[in-house]
């Protein structure tokens, strides 16, 4: 059963736009939420993260939004460049007790910025 | 340089093959884990380590064993390579305790088992 859900596996905007991408998840015990930004043969890169305490937190051009009732974040880039253009990992994290030791991933959005 | 490297970044194997994944970082980090990547599956988490003398089966560990061999070293093994192990392999690190929650990845390994 996936804990976390990334349901659109891709998503194309016009570049200057704003882009949206968004990130569900059934466990109301997890308390902090990643994005992991990956290129093409390289690793996943940290981009931004959030604390369930938090519902928004802001680095440049990105923008974590957590809804906790609804179990649902988003990531906003703005304004979106072709540089934008890879698979984007959400990522929950339990604060204590079991599974406190690892992330839980959804399957990526795969973002395509076009010029 | 990287702190966090994985050796090699590509390996073909064959059916039967023992195969041996190397991670190094050099963040000082206790933790570290292994994952792997199909398509359409995101990241599954393999085994990871505490430290030296702490080592715990992930989601998908069967068919995997893996060594820490030292705080800045961690191994993953395929004692007998199948097909269905072909995909990208990631080493990843992360400080202990809380307000550390972000993990630091390498860069992959690609691997294909014919």
């Known amino acids: 059963d996936q804990q976390v859900k990334q349901n659109s596996p891709s998503l194309s905007v016009q570049e200057g736009r704003i882009s949206i991408l968004n990130c569900d998840y059934t466990?109301?015990?997890?308390?902090?939420f990643l994005w992991y930004k990956k290129y093409p043969a390289e690793g996943p890169t940290f981009l931004i993260s959030?604390?369930?305490?938090?519902d928004k937190n802001e680095d440049g051009r990105f923008t974590v939004f957590l809804n906790k009732s609804a179990k649902h974040l988003s990531l906003h880039i703005v304004p979106s460049q072709p540089g934008d253009s890879a698979v984007y990992f959400c990522?929950?994290?339990?604060?204590f007790g079991a599974g406190s030791y690892q992330l839980t991933f959804g399957k990526g959005t795969k973002l395509s910025v076009i010029p | 340089d990287a702190d966090v490297t994985q050796t090699p970044r590509n390996r073909i194997t064959k059916t039967g093959k023992r195969i041996m994944l190397e991670c190094s970082q050099t963040?000082?980090?206790?933790?570290m884990y292994w994952y792997r990547q199909d398509p359409g599956l995101g990241l599954r988490l393999i085994y990871y380590?505490?430290?030296?003398?702490?080592?715990n089966k992930g989601e998908i560990s069967d068919g995997y064993s893996v060594s820490r061999q030292a705080q800045a070293k961690f191994s993953l093994s395929l004692e007998s390579a199948i097909p269905n192990q072909t995909a990208l392999y990631f080493c990843?690190?992360?400080?202990?305790?809380?307000?550390?929650?972000?993990?630091?990845f390498g860069p992959g390994t690609r691997l294909l088992v014919l």
């Open positions: 990843a690190t992360r400080a202990g305790g809380p307000g550390s929650e972000t993990q630091y």
């Open positions: 959030i604390s369930s305490i938090k």
């Open positions: 990522a929950a994290s339990l604060g």
């Open positions: 380590s505490f430290d030296v003398k702490d080592i």
């Open positions: 466990n109301s015990m997890f308390d902090y």
């Open positions: 963040k000082g980090h206790d933790r």
